[in-house]
């Protein structure tokens, strides 16, 4: 089988998984894609691929939203969409993984961090602002932004069905606002929505494999489901770096 699409087999497989349970393991479908795509273009058949799942979760976990949360996370989240842009098309390729390695380490660090912290730091209003832009712009320059995001709903006290629904919403809006981005910036192309297409099915499985998941799974068991997954993806982006 042909390198590249067996990546973007892998990385549906991830993506759907990921959607349907822990959550934040997108910064393994990125290094995966990498090993036959450069960093900016496998954005480009990422975002397609997440806007599908996306639409497959909120089919699916509609009911338990948390508006509140959202209207807080989104404005600065589109916010920081923007600033991703005008960074991704001066960004030189060769800073792109080692950068990416870094995000994942400040996140890991974060999220340490808080767990030696009131919970209620990340209830603040100011912890929103500081959490949308940060996310809005990870998420733009490199599809990294799950466990930010993630970290932050989780000390929201969500029930497990409203933290999926709440997450997938968020992201359905900040990865349709990337989508014309990435267009702009010529990244978005006819032979990387085929790619794109061939992960479907992969990634159809994946989501089932993660639903079912999902119902044996405590809140609390995510958060290290996460930094398991976050830590292994920083160790691979420093190994190709």
Not at 23 to 41: D, E, K, R, S, Y
Not at 106 to 117: E, I, N
Not at 133 to 143: D, E, P, T, Y
Not at 182 to 198: A, E, F, M, P
């Amino acid at each position: 089988m042909d390198l590249t699409l067996l990546c973007v087999l892998a990385a549906g497989l991830i993506t759907g998984f990921s959607k349907f349970s822990v959550g934040g393991m997108g910064l393994l479908i990125l290094p995966v894609l990498m090993l036959a795509v450069t960093g900016p273009q496998a954005l480009a058949i990422l975002v397609p691929m997440y806007v599908a799942t996306d639409l497959m979760a909120i089919a699916m976990y509609r009911r338990d939203i948390s508006w509140a949360v959202l209207i807080a996370l989104l404005p600065p989240a589109l916010i920081g969409v923007l600033l991703g842009t005008w960074l991704l098309g001066s960004l030189d390729t060769s800073a792109f993984t080692p950068m990416l390695g870094g995000l994942i380490l400040a996140m890991l660090a974060l999220g340490l961090w808080l767990d030696h912290k009131p919970a209620g730091i990340m209830r603040h209003p100011l912890a929103a602002n500081i959490t949308g832009l940060a996310a809005g712009f990870i998420s733009m320059v490199a599809n990294a932004a799950g466990p930010l995001f993630s970290l932050y709903l989780l000390e929201q006290r969500l029930s497990k069905d409203a933290y999926v629904s709440t997450r997938a919403w968020g992201f359905m809006i900040i990865n349709g606002a990337k989508l014309p981005m990435l267009w702009t910036l010529g990244l978005i192309t006819q032979d990387s929505l085929r790619l794109s297409l061939y992960g479907l099915p992969a990634l159809v499985l994946g989501a089932s494999i993660g639903y079912w998941l999902l119902r044996r799974l405590k809140l609390s068991q995510f958060k290290w489901l996460i930094r398991i997954m976050a830590s292994l993806a920083a160790i691979k982006l420093f190994a190709f770096s």
